[in-house]
């Protein structure tokens, strides 16, 4: 018998026409009264996915609910759209992630989710929904996409309980760093604490400028990317 096996690269897409590799990624981390979640793609290298908010990976799902996806662009909207339909059935990130995971199992198999809520009796929580397992609750921070390994190392090493907002942001831009040796990537970062969901920033790329737009202020800066 002759078995043959391929190196795999999990959500890491190409491009047919450009022959562009696009890459694909999620990040939570929970801190002190709050909870991270970024994500993003690379978009064919034209941040094509912030053009149009509805394909943003990360969205706010109720007043207090994110959700951040990575996967197969059809499945990751797939995965977006089955959990906002139950939206009105949710009132948890535990209630959103068996959600997820229904839709992960039944029409978007590529997709891992990222879910953080704000409850006043627990605090912030969060699950990582991917492949048939039950949702995984994450005490500290998660992973998942093309970046994962690089970042999950990133996470280890610089994560501490307790963490402020800005420590947090900070530590989510190492992973972004991390993910941008391997391709191009632009990302969403949103926070959920006991003032509600809300995006925090974007970190954009592009090929000569990262262009950084801060919701708090709507004022595009752009530095030179080195």
Same mark, same amino acid.
């Given at each position: 018998?002759?078995?043959? !096996?391929? @190196? =795999?690269?999990?959500? /890491?897409?190409?491009?047919?026409?450009?022959?562009?590799?696009?890459?694909?990624? /999620?990040?939570? /981390?929970?801190?002190?009264?709050? *909870? /991270?979640?970024? &994500?993003?793609?690379?978009?064919?290298?034209?941040s094509v $996915?912030?053009?149009?908010?509805?394909? +943003?990976?990360?969205?706010?799902?109720?007043? @207090?609910?994110l %959700?951040?996806?990575?996967?197969?662009?059809?499945?990751?909207?797939?995965?977006?759209?089955?959990v906002?339909?139950?939206?009105?059935?949710?009132?948890? &990130?535990?209630? &959103?992630? +068996? $959600?997820a995971?229904? *839709?992960?199992?039944?029409c *978007?198999?590529?997709?891992n989710?990222?879910?953080?809520?704000? +409850? @006043?009796?627990?605090?912030?929580?969060?699950?990582?929904?991917?492949?048939?397992?039950?949702?995984?609750?994450?005490?500290?921070?998660?992973?998942?996409g #093309?970046g994962?390994? %690089? #970042?999950?190392?990133?996470?280890?090493?610089? =994560?501490?309980?307790?963490? !402020?907002?800005?420590?947090? $942001? &900070?530590?989510v831009?190492? #992973?972004?760093?991390? $993910?941008r040796?391997?391709?191009?990537?632009?990302?969403?970062?949103?926070?959920?604490?006991? +003032?509600?969901a809300r995006? =925090?920033?974007?970190?954009? %790329?592009?090929?000569?400028?990262?262009?950084?737009? @801060?919701?708090?202020?709507? !004022?595009?800066?752009?530095?030179?990317?080195?």
């Open positions: 018998y002759v078995i043959r !096996t391929e @190196k =795999y690269r999990p959500n /890491v897409l190409h491009n047919s026409n450009t022959r562009e590799t696009i890459m694909d990624s /999620v990040f939570g /981390v929970v801190g002190g009264g709050f *909870a /991270v979640v970024a &994500a993003g793609t690379s978009a064919a290298g034209r $996915v912030f053009i149009n908010p509805d394909n +943003d990976r990360v969205t706010s799902l109720g007043s @207090k609910l %959700l951040g996806v990575s996967g197969v662009p059809g499945d990751c909207l797939r995965l977006r759209d089955e906002r339909a139950s939206t009105s059935k949710i009132h948890s &990130a535990a209630a &959103a992630a +068996d $959600v995971r229904g *839709a992960v199992i039944g *978007a198999q590529s997709a989710a990222v879910i953080a809520g704000y +409850d @006043k009796a627990e605090g912030p929580t969060m699950y990582a929904v991917g492949g048939t397992a039950p949702p995984e609750r994450v005490e500290q921070y998660r992973t998942a #093309c994962a390994g %690089l #970042c999950t190392a990133v996470m280890e090493n610089h =994560y501490r309980p307790g963490m !402020t907002v800005k420590e947090a $942001v &900070a530590l831009d190492r #992973c972004i760093k991390e $993910v040796r391997l391709g191009l990537a632009s990302f969403v970062i949103m926070v959920v604490d006991k +003032d509600g995006e =925090y920033t974007r970190r954009i %790329l592009r090929p000569k400028a990262v262009i950084e737009i @801060k919701s708090s202020q709507g !004022t595009p800066i752009v530095s030179t990317n080195n």
